[in-house]
Structure formats: structure tokens, C-alpha cells
């Protein structure tokens, strides 16, 4: 701690000049200021938490729904398509096959999905 | 320069009591304070005048002292649900927040510490010979109270000027008793070599 100084009074205060400093009034209302100011910064923090909250789930939601028809779309065409692979004869009339069932399922499924 | 200012300062080991009814009552207040701040007043009623001189002593200056006793009410009040009863007088709480009020203005001002203490109590602190107290021996008072360290003024002034016991003081200054009582101890042992203080415990 650093250093101080001694100063001497001739005097004490007087209780009543003391009385004179008494202010309960103005305690009060610097106190209800305060608690104003604290529940009003709460308030403030809880609406950017809800809104973060809402944030959150609304990128999360998006997210999902943009992933979710492209599996299902591509998963339906490789199926398709490694079931045919395996009852195909030849390579030649694999070919032709892929492309046309290809064009038509995803034709079929942008279909379903306009509707 | 022999000088037998100070002869017996026992009256100075008898702390400001308040019996244990009346800490279960004060407790009471509060306890009432918690749930409706207007209950408060009675509180401030009580202490205001004790706390404002305490603040007084210790900055020197009026208008000071008004506002950092306003802004230890104002503390007070704020953080009242989180006070914890210690069995020691809500006083020894209110002396913790202004401590620390002053020392935080003090370090924003950078500035030295004051301690601004009556000659009258000076005077009924310390007995004199009948010629009373000269100004020379004032002057050597005050030179030995400005070579104590701070902390150790705190201590002296909280139990000599306040009238604090031991375990308030260790709770308005955050350290322990028995270091309170050492560094009392020390400063008086320096008083009564200078002064040829009487002092008993």
C-alpha cells in the first residue's frame, strides 16, 4: 500500500452538520435508477439470446431441407441404376438404359416435387 | 526528548459493543430489507452518521464524503440479497463497501491516502500532563502516524476512531485477526516508545 498523510482538525463535525449531508431520498432513487438500468440490460440480453436462439434454428432447418431432396434424389437414381447393372446383358444396352431411366426418373421426381 | 504524553490508552481496547440481541434485531432488518427496500431507512438512520464521519476521516473533504456515503448506501442497497450474516454487526459490511469506495477513489485519482483525525479525539485518546498537548508534541504525533504503513493507520484509526473490534476490523479490511491484532500491536509498541505509552491489553 502506499503512503498517506496525517492531517489534524481542530474540530469534529457536528452531528447536526452531518445531518445535513442526510439524503435517504436521493439514495433511494439512485438505487431504484440502478435496478431500473440492470433489469432493462437483462431484458435486452435475454431478446439477443432469443434471437440467436431463432437464429440457430432457422439456419439448421434451412440447412436441412436443402440437403435432405438432393440424397433422396440421388439415392433413388444409384439404386435404380445398380439394379439395373446387375439384370443388364450387355455394356452397349447398359448405356442406352442409363440415360433414358436417368432423364426419366428425375423427370418423375421433379415432377412429384412440383406438385 | 522525553515526554510522557501518554499514559494509560486502555480506554482505547474498548471496542463499540452491540450485545447479541441487538445483532439479532439489526438481522432482522435486514432479513425485512430483502424483501422491501423501504425497510432500508431505519438502517441508514442508524448507520448514516457513522459512516459519513468514517468517510470524512479518511478523504477530508466535505462534498467528497457526501457522495462516496451516497454511493455506499447506494452499494449497500444494490447487493443487500447477497449479504451474508457473519454474527457481526451490519456495520462492519457498510465500513467494508466505504473502504473500498474510498480506495477505489483514491487509486483513480492516484493520490495519497489521507487520514484526517481530530485533535479533540487525539486529545481523549491520549492523556496529557496538565499543561496539555503542545503543538510540538502534536507535530511528533503526526510524524510517527505518517511513518506507520497504510495499512497499518487503517487499523489504528478503525479501532481507536471507530471504536471496531478485532474480528470487524479483520472483516471490513478482508484479512485475519490475528494479523489485525499483530500490526495494532507493532504500532503501538511504536507509540509507546516514543510517547512512553502505558498500553495494556
Known amino acids: 500500500m502506499g503512503r498517506h498523510e496525517i492531517r489534524l482538525r481542530r ?4 452531528s447536526r452538520r452531518i445531518e445535513g449531508h442526510k439524503n435517504y431520498y436521493d439514495v433511494m432513487r439512485k438505487h431504484q435508477r440502478g435496478s431500473r438500468l440492470k433489469r432493462l440490460l437483462k431484458l435486452v440480453l435475454l431478446f439477443l439470446f432469443f434471437v440467436l436462439l431463432l437464429g440457430i434454428v432457422y439456419f439448421t432447418s434451412r440447412l436441412m431441407t436443402n440437403e435432405e431432396p438432393a440424397t433422396i434424389e440421388n439415392g433413388q437414381v444409384s439404386m435404380v441404376i445398380s439394379d439395373l447393372e446387375s439384370l443388364a446383358p450387355q455394356k452397349g444396352d447398359l448405356k442406352v438404359t442409363r440415360k433414358t431411366l436417368t ?4 423427370s418423375r421426381l421433379k415432377a412429384r416435387e412440383s406438385r | 526528548m522525553v515526554m510522557p504524553l501518554i499514559r494509560d490508552l486502555n480506554t482505547l481496547n474498548t471496542a463499540r459493543h452491540m450485545t447479541d440481541e441487538e445483532i439479532a434485531a439489526e438481522q ?3 432479513e425485512a430489507s430483502k424483501k422491501d427496500v423501504r425497510a432500508f431507512s431505519a438502517i441508514y438512520d442508524h448507520y448514516f452518521e457513522g459512516i459519513f464521519e468514517f468517510i470524512y ?5 466535505e462534498q467528497l464524503a457526501d457522495d462516496l456515503c451516497s454511493q455506499t448506501f447506494v452499494k449497500a442497497l444494490e447487493n443487500l440479497k447477497r449479504y451474508e450474516f457473519r454474527g457481526l454487526p451490519f456495520a462492519a459490511w457498510l465500513y467494508r463497501i466505504a473502504t473500498n469506495e474510498v480506495n477505489k477513489h483514491f487509486n483513480k485519482k492516484n ?4 487520514f484526517s483525525l481530530e485533535e479533540e479525539r487525539v486529545k481523549e485518546l491520549i492523556e496529557t500532563d496538565e499543561e496539555g498537548f503542545t503543538d510540538a508534541q502534536i507535530q511528533q504525533l503526526k510524524v510517527i502516524l505518517n511513518n506507520l504503513p497504510t495499512a497499518t493507520m487503517e487499523i489504528l484509526e478503525l ?3 471507530e471504536g471496531l473490534g478485532f474480528k470487524e476490523i479483520a472483516y471490513v479490511l478482508n484479512i485475519g485477526e490475528s494479523g489485525a491484532k499483530m500490526r495494532l500491536y ?3 509498541e511504536k507509540l509507546r516508545v516514543q510517547f512512553n505509552l502505558n498500553w495494556k491489553e
Request: net charge positive; aromatic share 8%; charged share 40%.
Open chain 2, 28 to 30: 432482522q432488518i435486514i
Open chain 1, 103 to 106: 432423364k426419366g426418373l428425375t
Open chain 2, 111 to 114: 493520490r495519497n491516502r489521507v
Open chain 2, 159 to 161: 479501532r481507536f476512531f
Open chain 2, 186 to 188: 507493532r504500532a503501538v
Open chain 1, 11 to 14: 474540530h469534529r463535525m457536528t
Open chain 2, 57 to 61: 476521516r479518511r478523504t477530508d473533504d
